[in-house]
């Protein structure tokens, strides 16, 4: 299963960075990689995305303000500088928090607990259903 992937940060070095991390990955599928965050909301609400990139401190729009914007439900994993920002990035629903700089081995971690998460909810649908008739 191939994860579609988009990533918002506005840091061009951190962008490139992420972009090949996620070339690098069997299970990733790079969709975008935008600076602008609002022009990523669009995208966002638009595309078939699995899972977002996101990072925090951005100029026009925090990531946190920009994640309830979306219109869908879309897993989320941040990425900041900032160590302080974990428990919040949990509270608003991300699936992980990675600390800047990324690297390989921690965005591996990442893309396991989506898919193991995917995998439990495909499971557990059919059980749903079973108890609901």
């Known amino acids: 299963m191939k994860l579609n992937v988009i990533v ?17 990955n069997e299970h990733l599928n790079l969709v975008g990689a935008y600076a602008d965050p609002l022009l ?6 638009t595309e078939k995305v699995d899972v977002i990139l996101l990072d925090v401190e ?21 990425n900041s500088t900032r160590a302080s920002f974990e428990m919040e990035a949990y509270n608003n629903g991300a ?3 990675i ?12 893309v396991t607990r989506v898919l193991a998460i995917k995998h439990l909810l495909a499971f557990q649908k059919p059980i749903l259903n079973t108890f609901a008739s």
């Open 58 to 78: 951005m100029p026009k729009i925090d990531g946190f303000s920009l994640l309830k914007l979306f219109q869908k439900k879309i897993d989320v994993i941040v």
């Open 99 to 110: 600390p800047k700089p990324l690297s390989a081995p921690r965005l591996d971690l990442a």
């Open 95 to 97: 699936v992980d928090f």
């Open 40 to 45: 990523a909301l669009n995208a966002v609400n």
């Open 8 to 24: 918002i940060d506005d840091s061009s070095v951190q962008l490139v960075l992420a972009s090949k991390l996620i070339q690098q």
